[in-house]
């Protein structure tokens, strides 16, 4: 039986995006259950803050900084982790963007980093682990994708197309390689108390804007929930947890839906 205090025990990974946010609460958790996990940002004071944190709760990490629209980094941090820590059990590749609202204005530049960051950039870096995973007999690889990879977006059409397909290539990649002892699943979350929620609140054409006071509008908007709130970051990685953990062990190819009851 799994430990409930220790489910990641000797395992090792990589966090994308866990400078802040879903992210870094879901390195600290992930630490403070026994994985040794490299944390990847592109802000490398607030990657630094995040092993500080873990290290100060006895937990172990190592820091990457650098850019996942560059192809050769998404790929190297495989082989970075494994070089700080020797092997490779999972990979959550958290990072996103919002990209541009709507379409008509849409520019080339925008739609390109919305979809680097979004799919291209952890389909390198997914391609960089299946070796390394398979080599260690098996593992698991998460997406972020959210819950506008479930049902579409009205104000953020290129977000939304870029979760739907990370939520289509992880279904495709856990039929793939379910027989290898290598699970792949996709979290969703829906509004989460992160500065990319007070991206998308600000996006134009809301009804019920609240001009000026950008906290009045979370605070409306995380009111329709069903829930009556918006998620804080914990609440995502308890649920990234279980899908890393083998409490999931018979669980590939799931979009799970953590939302508050918004997508039921």
Known sequence: MTSLTHRLANKVGIITASGSGMGRAGAILFASEGARVLVVDANKDAADKTVEMIRASGGQAQVSAGDLCDEAYSRDIVEEAVKHFGRLDFVWNHVGHPGPAGLEEVSTSDLDL?????LR???FT??????????????????TASTSGLEGSKYSPVYSAAKFGVIGMARSLAKAHAAENIRVNVICP?????????????R?????????DIEKLVTQRSSLSPMGRAAEPVEIARAALFLVSDDASYVTGVALAVDGGATA
Not at 114 to 118: F, H, S, T, Y
Request: cysteine-free.
């Open 204 to 212: 134009p054409g809301q009804e019920g804007d609240l001009p000026g």
């Open 190 to 202: 829906g509004a989460t108390n992160t500065p990319m929620l007070r991206t998308f609140v600000r």
């Open 126 to 143: 997914t391609a960089a682990a299946l070796p390394v995973l398979r080599k260690g007999g098996g593992g698991n690889i998460l997406f």
């Open 114 to 118: 919305a979809l680097n960051l979004n």
């Open 121 to 123: 950039s952890v389909l």
